[in-house]
């Protein structure tokens, strides 16, 4: 059974940095491109990073230079380091291998 967990998400106030994290098990990990998808209130489930298998990134243009997806296959995990968090990144963020996670909310203050 495949699970995603993340983690992470919190409160925090313009400027700032988080760090999310997504733990998966039940699939063979370091095959699998994994992605970070976000959604605010009211909105539509939006792709936020991509990681390959092999490490490639991509990013949506607004979190471009401010955000960044990488992987650690030994633990099976895959993280999403947030710098400079705009109120406009308020959502609930969602790791995303053939499953979905369960979400973990980011809020960001004025």
């Known amino acids: 059974q495949v699970q995603l967990v993340e983690s992470g998400g919190g409160l925090v106030q313009a400027g700032g940095s988080l760090r999310l994290s997504c733990v998966v098990s039940g699939i063979i990990f370091s095959i699998n491109d994994i992605r970070w998808y976000r959604q605010a209130p009211g909105k539509q489930r939006d792709l936020v990073a991509h990681i390959t298998s092999g490490g490639n990134t991509s990013y949506a243009d607004s979190v471009k230079g401010r955000f960044t997806i990488s992987r650690d296959n030994a633990k099976n995990t895959v993280y999403l380091q947030m710098n400079n968090l705009k109120p406009e990144d308020t959502a609930v963020y969602y790791c995303?291998?053939?499953?979905w996670g369960q979400g973990t909310q980011v809020t960001v203050s004025s």
């Open positions: 995303y291998c053939r499953y």
